[in-house]
């Protein structure tokens, strides 16, 4: 369990990055400035750079449920089975919705976005048996 718990960790970090990563190659050395500056004022966004933002404001929202039953699930021991097979799936489907965010290809982000709250369930219902 704790090995998804990092790798959930792991795409947040790189999914903070991807915002200042798609606007640089649009922006090229005008982000670079901006990020080294105060940055009192927002860069406008790209449309890709913008649903990148939008799918880590997701990401925030959905570690506020997984982290506190991941962290059950290693207090009750619950290494295996439906905790384990839960916050894989959660993993899998999270690191899918970005990309199916960015783009936007038919019902794509709401199909993963309901498989990862499916592995929230999984989780749930594992930490409620224990």
């Not at 933002?53 to 290693?74: D, G, Y």
Request: proline share 5%; net charge positive; no cysteine.
């Amino acid at each position: 369990m704790v090995g998804l718990i990092l790798g959930v960790l792991l795409l947040y970090v790189i999914q903070t990055y991807l915002p200042p990563m798609i606007m640089s190659r649009t922006q090229g050395a005008d982000v670079l400035r901006h990020g080294g500056g105060p940055r009192d004022e927002a860069l406008p966004l790209t449309v890709n750079a913008g649903r990148a933002k939008r799918a880590l404001a997701n990401m925030n929202e959905a570690m506020m449920v997984f982290l506190p039953l991941a962290l059950l699930a290693v207090h009750f021991g619950l290494n295996d089975g439906l905790a384990w097979a839960g916050a894989l799936v959660f993993l899998l489907a999270r690191a899918a919705y970005v990309p199916a965010y960015i783009t936007a290809i038919g019902l794509t982000r709401s199909t993963v976005w309901t498989l990862g709250h499916v592995g929230l369930g999984m989780m749930a219902v594992a930490v409620w048996m224990a």
